[in-house]
């Protein structure tokens, strides 16, 4: 994939089909440490140890439409060819953590891309659903700066009439995750 944003999207994606309905981002840079974190977690169905030892491997899958599943070996591929790594920890009917570490300054880092868009786009395909997505960045000055997004706060502001996927909100969303990164950034 060209960008890590894309990998988040396509896990993401395994965490709906296990059920979740709670998914957790967590995007952390280090300018100081030369680290990007990618986190997500999810509370959907879990995995066994069997599986979670299985779910590394591009020909395992639990999809009845293809016989190979690329998203989490990818996303390994990716962090682990930067000098950084890879973690996956599952309970079986609690949920998942994904944890890939990059190495920013790496040749072979592929950029982060549009994580505000894949942000958006699993909001307003999922609106049923809850995210909690949080951007942290610390520069070179040490200032660590973070804001978060969670959707069950946006859905206490409109209250229970006005769904997630209403076009005025998209767009409210869109243009706050930019606001908050361009803040977070500068």
Not at 34 to 62: A, H, I, W
Request: hydrophobic share 35%; aromatic share 6%.
């Amino acid at each position: 994939m060209r960008e890590l944003s894309l990998n988040v999207m396509d896990v993401a994606q395994n965490s709906i089909t296990a059920g979740a309905s709670l998914i957790r981002l967590t995007v952390e840079e280090d300018l100081l440490e030369d680290l990007l974190s990618v986190e997500l977690e999810d509370n959907g169905c879990g995995m066994t140890p069997e599986q979670v030892k299985s779910v590394v491997d591009p020909f395992y899958t639990t999809r009845t439409t293809r016989s190979v599943g690329l998203g989490v070996p990818l996303f390994k591929m990716e962090a682990e060819m930067t000098g950084g790594s890879f973690d996956i920890s599952s309970e079986k009917g609690k949920g998942t953590v994904l944890t890939a570490r990059f190495k920013p300054s790496s040749v072979d880092m592929i950029p982060l891309g549009d994580i505000n868009g894949t942000l958006q786009l699993l909001i307003s395909c999922n609106p049923k659903l809850d995210f909690v997505f949080t951007r942290s960045y610390r520069g070179t000055n040490g200032e660590k700066k973070e804001f978060t997004l969670a959707t069950t706060e946006l859905r206490q502001v409109l209250g229970g009439d006005v769904p997630l996927d209403a076009p005025d909100v998209v767009l409210w969303i869109r243009d706050y995750l930019k606001e908050q990164t361009e803040e977070l950034l500068s």
